[in-house]
């Protein structure tokens, strides 16, 4: 088996073995007094960002795993997978009013929106508008939720429209914490983030 591909999939299998490890894990903050009210204010502030991470996504038929770059400018965004030495991936590129998604062969799609793009090409019903929100370790704004914090007044857990969403890391980057370790699941699909690089 070629070692680039043994190593990346021994990346993925670790993204599976860490769920048994639902404990989160607080880093000492930049600022050990901000409350949470203080964190929102920070996270909402965020509107561009470079972002590389692992992420694992399983459903009841099926499990995917890739790497993944994340580059948000304002509202404009591009999400890209790549599986091992570069293969089987995928372009999401959403606009206000427009979402497109190229594939392995090259082919271009659109939608009305990313969820429902996603889910037509490649059978994952993943809630891309919401990981705008979560990836920051921030809820939904005007959706109910149900919150817990850590130490630091870190979101730690969430759940919102039937998911559970578990920070179970954070990285200081600058001058502000953000995630670096997420768990998402639903009755139909769990999805495992791995951060390994933020830019802001």
């Known amino acids: ?81 790549f599986g091992p030495l570069g293969t089987n991936s995928f372009v999401l590129t959403g606009a206000p009013g427009k979402v497109t998604l190229q594939n392995p062969q090259g082919q271009t799609f659109s939608a009305a929106t990313p969820e429902l793009l996603l889910a037509q090409q490649t059978g994952w019903q993943l809630p891309v508008s919401y990981l705008q929100y979560w990836i920051r370790g921030l809820p939904v704004p005007n959706v109910p939720a149900e919150k817990h914090f850590d130490t630091y007044n870190h979101l730690s857990e969430l759940t919102q429209q039937g998911w559970k969403v578990q920070f179970l ?16 699941n639903s009755p139909t699909l769990s999805v495992k983030i791995i951060i390994s690089q933020w830019q802001l």
């Not at 021994?10 to 009210?37: E, F, G, M, V, Y």
């Not at 991470?53 to 099926?62: F, K, P, S």
């Not at 890391?169 to 998402?184: A, E, N, Q, W």
Request: hydrophobic share 40%; proline share 3%.
């Open 1 to 81: 088996m070629n070692r680039y591909f043994l190593r990346f999939a021994l990346l993925i299998s670790a993204l599976w073995l860490t769920s048994c490890a639902t404990t989160p894990s607080a880093i000492a903050p930049q600022n050990k007094s901000l409350s949470w009210d203080n964190r929102v204010q920070t996270l909402s502030g965020i509107e561009n960002w470079d972002l590389k991470a692992l992420i694992a996504i399983r459903n009841n038929a099926d499990a995917n795993s890739a790497s993944l770059t994340w580059q948000q400018k304002k509202q404009n965004y591009s999400l890209s997978l």
């Open 169 to 184: 890391r954070y990285t200081s980057t600058g001058h502000v914490d953000l995630p670096s370790k997420i768990f998402i």
